[in-house]
């Protein structure tokens, strides 16, 4: 089983920025395909970038300005997100295949 753990959320104003990290633990040797999801208040759950075998991939409202990354040496998936804006509010987090969901990390943008 893999758990998975994310961090680097907080409180941030409009138009700035903020890495998030994901740290993969368990039965895992590498990461090839994963994930980063975010959850406003009264919405669904999205998926906003993804990578996979180092390809990588954004949904149209983050593109731009996040960028996913891994870091195998470390089981470490990262969301780097500049020119934050009040509307990438969420809950995020991070998701791949045999994974439960982790707690999350909460991204408030607001001046």
């Known amino acids: 089983q893999v758990q998975l753990v994310e961090s680097g959320g907080g409180l941030v104003q409009p138009g700035g920025s903020l890495r998030l990290s994901c740290v993969a633990s368990?039965?895992?040797?590498?990461?090839?395909?994963i994930g980063w999801y975010r959850q406003a208040p009264g919405k669904e759950r999205e998926l906003i970038a993804y990578?996979?075998?180092?390809?990588?991939n954004y949904t149209d409202s983050v593109k731009g300005r996040f960028t996913i990354s891994t870091d195998n040496a470390k089981n470490t998936v990262y969301l780097q997100m500049n020119s934050l804006k009040p509307e990438d509010t969420a809950a995020y987090y991070c998701?791949?295949?045999?994974?439960?969901w982790g707690q999350g990390t909460q991204v408030t943008v607001s001046s």
């Open positions: 998701k791949m295949p045999g994974a439960d």
């Open positions: 368990g039965s895992i040797s590498r990461i090839n395909l």
């Open positions: 990578i996979n075998d180092g390809n990588t």
